[in-house]
């Protein structure tokens, strides 16, 4: 039989989903996916009921319902400070990760290049190998994942046509700085290179710190493909609605790619989703209250624990150093740590370019049950994992 494509050669399972099933097998206390266990807010749970029974239940538009783009149009609008256009800046896709490669294939033809700073969601080094792309690897150094701005423009000088951005970043938690960004949009702009970005925890920034869009800064918009996606601001992970938003000339590209690679988000989820994206104020202010207490919580447990972490700037992970336990591999240190301890991780590795593999990421996107169980679990780390 004729070999099957070379393509996905290099292609591993997810470790972030295999480390969620190790977690089920061994009952533990799954930190490693990032999804919450708890329920989304009322009022859309309760739209959805009433859509159930009244649907829509056949196709949308191809690129999003039109009331679910204009409600999306008008909460964005409101954020970047730019009237987005609804009809032809928009595109509503199966999720973020669809977005990204969607986005990426928009973008890249086979042999371009892009730069990805490292570490980076696993995600997208996968995506770049689809889309036939060569990544640039810009490290994000730990603890303080800073970039080096010379080791940045040498990236850039390999003509890049693209730079992919997690802002906030997973799985560090950094929040890139106003100066950081007019770093990276200078570079584009000189370079003449779009920026792609993954902005799904855009709501999730730890005072003092605040979100800046990169699109928003001078001579961005029109090469900024923005991705985004409901699940982490709704907790509604399950549910798979994201989007792209870009300029019209980029979205006429985007959305031929995404009619090919899913025809369209699910219609009645759309439907019920236009309730959570005319929420007010109040709800994002509540979500970041919640979010900061959480973080709060787990933090103060593992420094109590002694257990040596950076502080998310944003999102809801913490990279936890494990460099006394002595492993020379952090996912045979998670494996155990699942199966002795009974609490999930991800390796660092999975999302390391750079040889790096005494750091393992935790998620407290978990009730303040749930996070307290790990931490009571963790009290075990040191005399079960070093044994």
Not at 215 to 222: D, I, K, Q, S
Not at 230 to 245: A, D, F, V
Not at 264 to 274: D, H, I, N
Not at 305 to 326: C, F, K, Q, R, W
Request: proline share 5%; aromatic share 10%.
């Amino acid at each position: 039989m004729h070999r099957l494509s070379d393509r996905t050669a290099g292609f591993t399972d997810s470790v972030i989903r295999r480390m969620t099933r190790i977690s089920l097998q061994h009952d533990a206390v799954n930190l490693s996916q990032g999804f919450p266990d708890f329920d989304p807010p009322k009022e859309l749970l309760d739209r959805l009921a009433e859509v159930a029974h009244t649907g829509p239940h056949q196709y949308s538009i191809t690129w999003g319902a039109e009331n679910f783009r204009v409600a999306l149009a008008e909460k964005q609008s409101r954020l970047t400070g730019w009237n987005i256009d609804p009809a032809n800046e928009i595109v509503v896709t199966c999720g973020s990760t669809e977005a990204m490669i969607a986005a990426m294939m928009t973008v890249a033809n086979p042999g371009d290049k892009v730069v990805v700073f490292s570490p980076f969601y696993e995600n997208y080094g996968a995506d770049a190998i689809l889309s036939g792309a060569e990544p640039i690897y810009v490290p994000l150094a730990p603890p303080t994942y800073r970039f080096d701005a010379d080791e940045l423009e040498a990236a850039f000088k390999q003509q890049p046509k693209a730079l992919i951005l997690c802002n906030p970043a997973n799985p560090s938690g950094r929040v890139f700085s106003p100066e950081e960004l007019a770093v990276i949009a200078e570079l584009a702009v000189k370079y003449d290179a779009y920026v792609i970005t993954d902005e799904v925890y855009e709501h999730i920034v730890y005072a003092p710190l605040k979100h800046t869009y990169i699109a928003a800064l001078p001579g961005m918009r029109e090469r900024t493909i923005s991705c985004g996606s409901l699940s982490k601001t709704y907790s509604i992970t399950g549910w798979r609605l994201g989007y792209i938003i870009a300029s019209e000339r980029i979205i006429d590209v985007a959305r031929k790619v995404h009619d090919f690679l899913t025809v369209g988000a699910a219609a009645p989820l759309q439907e019920a989703a236009v309730s959570a994206l005319k929420f007010g104020q109040q709800y994002y202010d509540g979500l970041l209250r919640e979010y900061t207490e959480k973080r709060n919580l787990f933090l103060a447990g593992l420094d109590r624990l002694g257990i040596e972490h950076n502080t998310p700037e944003g999102a809801y992970y913490v990279m936890v150093d494990i460099s006394e336990y002595g492993y020379a591999s952090d996912l045979d240190f998670c494996e155990k740590l699942a199966e002795r301890v009974g609490v999930g991780a991800v390796p660092g590795s999975s999302f390391f370019r750079e040889n790096i593999n005494h750091l393992i990421r935790l998620h407290f996107a978990k009730k303040n049950d749930t996070l307290n169980e790990a931490l009571n679990r963790m009290e075990q780390m040191r005399s079960k994992m070093l044994g």
